[in-house]
């Protein structure tokens, strides 16, 4: 069973940046398809970015593109999320998600449902 932790939330200030990292147990990482993805007060759930298993292909929701990045080290075994130019429209509570590759394809890497893993969540707040 892969557990996922995440760390980094916290509260900053619009224009700011955070980094969120994420590292999976229990199971084998480079295996694992690896995202990230946030929910607002109110809001439904949101894919925000994913990365394959070698590191060389990312993708990423409309909203933060530009300003997110996502990166993994399989070496590690952790992944991460830079975030920079944050905006008050960023805030929301953050999760890690994780996904065997061999039931992802580039159609489904950006959906809730093709992760079987979720860590807990990490808070991220950003004030105007």
């Known amino acids: 069973q892969v557990r996922l932790v995440e760390s980094g939330g916290g509260l900053v200030q619009g224009g700011g940046s955070l980094r969120l990292s994420c590292a999976p147990s229990?199971?084998?990482?480079?295996?694992?398809?690896m995202g990230w993805f946030r929910r607002a007060p109110g809001k439904e759930r949101e894919f925000v970015a994913a990365?394959?298993?070698?590191?060389?292909?990312?993708w990423y929701g409309d909203s933060v593109k530009g300003r997110f990045t996502i990166s993994r080290d399989n070496a590690k075994g952790t992944v991460s999320l830079q975030m920079n130019s944050l905006k008050p429209e960023d805030t929301a509570d953050y999760y890690c998600?994780?996904?065997?590759?061999?039931?992802?394809?580039?159609?489904?890497?950006?959906?809730?449902?093709?992760?079987?893993?979720w860590g807990q969540g990490t808070q991220v707040t950003v004030s105007s």
């Open positions: 998600a994780g996904a065997e590759s061999y039931r992802t394809t580039t159609a489904t890497v950006t959906t809730a449902w093709n992760y079987g893993y």
């Open positions: 990365i394959d298993v070698r590191g060389s292909d990312t």
């Open positions: 229990g199971g084998t990482f480079s295996d694992l398809v």
